[in-house]
């Protein structure tokens, strides 16, 4: 019961901020991802564990990232250049090119994902910390109308460092303060079990 009640809990986060999808052309945002594949790879598997992995992000979630760090608002020195190049249009596009291509599945670690998952799908109701699947879904698919991200097979070193971002106010998220919130409430423990987990997740 308390776990459900954790769950129903995030499940009206998530919708308080659900928005309207847009549309990006995906052809177009094949070439114009060239300045993008460095960094994210070819067809959006990031090389390196500290840059994430763009393949079947939800394209609004990914253009909205963009202008964040066209804004300054997410503050990158490799990402907010890279962004200034991209108008909205370019960034919806290049959302929808990556949208459409697959994430390469990866491991989680076993010592650690255990634990993560338990957190990832029950929440801990007795710090009133709710579960993750609530807004990223069973299999990390996220919420592509509401542009809650996709966290299957994304790197471990990559999400840890986004939750440590989140918990200290680096980063925060568009309309609401509920990853901060969240997060805050996490251990470093807690943040490297459940991003070993959703790296699992496929």
């Known amino acids: 019961m308390k776990i459900l009640s954790a769950m129903l809990g995030s499940l009206a986060l998530c919708g308080a901020a659900a928005v309207q999808a847009a549309g990006g052309d ?52 490799l990402m907010m250049p890279m962004a200034a190049l991209l108008s909205e249009q370019d960034a919806l596009d290049v959302g929808a090119h990556y949208a459409r291509q697959a994430p390469t599945p990866r491991e989680a670690d076993p010592a650690l994902a255990p634990a993560g998952e338990r957190l990832y799908r029950g929440g801990d ?13 069973p299999q990390g698919l996220g919420n592509a109308p509401a542009r809650y991200p996709a966290l299957r097979g994304q790197h471990s070193v990559y999400a840890f460092n986004q939750l440590k971002a989140f918990a200290a106010g680096t980063r925060r998220t568009s309309g609401n303060d509920m990853m901060q ?5 996490l251990t470093d423990e807690e943040m490297r079990a459940l991003a070993a987990y959703t790296q699992g997740l496929r």
């Open 26 to 77: 995906p052809d177009a945002g094949m070439a114009k991802s060239a300045v993008c594949m460095g960094c994210h790879g070819a067809d959006g598997n990031s090389p390196s564990p500290e840059w994430p992995n763009l393949a079947g992000q939800g394209a609004d979630y990914i253009a909205a990232q963009v202008a964040l760090f066209r804004q300054g608002v997410r503050d990158n020195a």
């Open 181 to 185: 919130v969240i997060a805050a409430k």
């Open 125 to 137: 109701p007795a710090r009133n910390l709710p579960a993750c699947i609530a807004c990223h879904g």
